[in-house]
Nanobody, 126 residues
Framework: QVQLVESGGGLVQAGGSLRLSCAAS????????MGWFRQIPGKAREFVAR???????????DYADSVKGRFTISRDNAKNAVYPQMNSLEPEDTAVYYC????????????????WGQGTLVTVSS
């Protein structure tokens, strides 16, 4: 059984940084797209960032406009993990962050990935 486990959430002041982690177990995900979404209670889940597998060890990263220039996503295939580095955090970034993975880029982009983590809470205080 494949599991995605997020960690690294917490409380940070505005302008601060956090690095989340998503580690997969049970299957190698080197040829999967892996992404991050976030959800504020009462609102729809929204795309944050993802790494798209192109071929071999080539990946492409893309970001939501709201985090572009502040967040950087990276992955470590040896650890079967993906990491968003979140800088210059704003109160509007407060949400539960979810890791997602799928072989299909379309599925990840649409928020319909096969695999999801349980979520980790990020709270940014003003």
């Amino acid at each position: 059984q494949v599991q995605l486990v997020e960690s690294g959430g917490g409380l940070v002041q505005a302008g601060g940084s956090l690095r989340l982690s998503c580690a997969a177990s049970g299957r190698t995900l080197s040829n999967y797209d892996m992404g991050w979404f976030r959800q504020i209670p009462g609102k729809a889940r929204e795309f944050v960032a993802r790494t798209r597998w192109i071929s071999g060890l080539t990946y492409y990263a893309d970001y939501a406009d709201s985090v572009k220039g502040r967040f950087t996503i990276s992955r470590d295939n040896a650890k079967n993990a993906v990491y968003p580095q979140m800088n210059s955090l704003e109160p509007e970034d407060t949400a539960v962050y979810y890791c997602a993975a799928d072989r299909s880029s379309v599925a990840v982009a649409a928020g319909r990935a096969e695999l999801w983590g349980q979520g980790t809470l990020v709270t940014v205080s003003s």
